[in-house]
């Protein structure tokens, strides 16, 4: 059975930091592409940040140089760790895949329609 279970949002301050994590099970591959997208009220989801298999990355404009998604291979779980973070990053972050993917990420990752979805964490910045 697939499972995407992301932990680790919560309240910061702006220039503050936070990791997420994404723990990914029922796969038939251990590395499967994972993604994480957030929504914030009244707005369009946004993907923002993409691994493969391999480790290539692919990040939204957005967060570029301030959030970086790296894979934990001994625990299966692929992490986001959001550095400077703004009021703007205030959103709910869900980690997404499919067994399409089960490695390689889509060419356009991070606007890719995606089967499985986590139940998402908070993430709120104040100012």
């Known amino acids: 059975q697939v499972q995407l279970v992301e932990s680790g949002g919560g309240s910061v301050q702006a220039g503050g930091s936070l990791r997420l994590s994404c723990a990914a099970s029922g796969y038939t591959s251990s590395r499967p592409c994972i993604v994480w997208f957030r929504q914030a009220p009244g707005q369009k989801r946004e993907g923002v940040a993409a691994?493969?298999?391999?480790?290539?990355?692919t990040y939204a404009g957005s967060v570029k140089g301030r959030f970086t998604i790296s894979r934990d291979n001994s625990k299966a779980t692929v992490d986001l760790q959001m550095n400077n973070l703004t009021p703007e990053d205030t959103a709910m972050y869900y980690c997404?895949?499919?067994?399409?993917?089960?490695?390689?990420?889509?060419?356009?990752?991070?606007?890719?329609?995606?089967?499985?979805w986590g139940q998402g964490t908070q993430v709120t910045v104040s100012s």
């Open positions: 691994i493969d298999g391999n480790g290539d990355t």
């Open positions: 997404a895949a499919d067994p399409s993917f089960d490695y390689y990420c889509p060419p356009i990752a991070l606007n890719t329609e995606y089967r499985d």
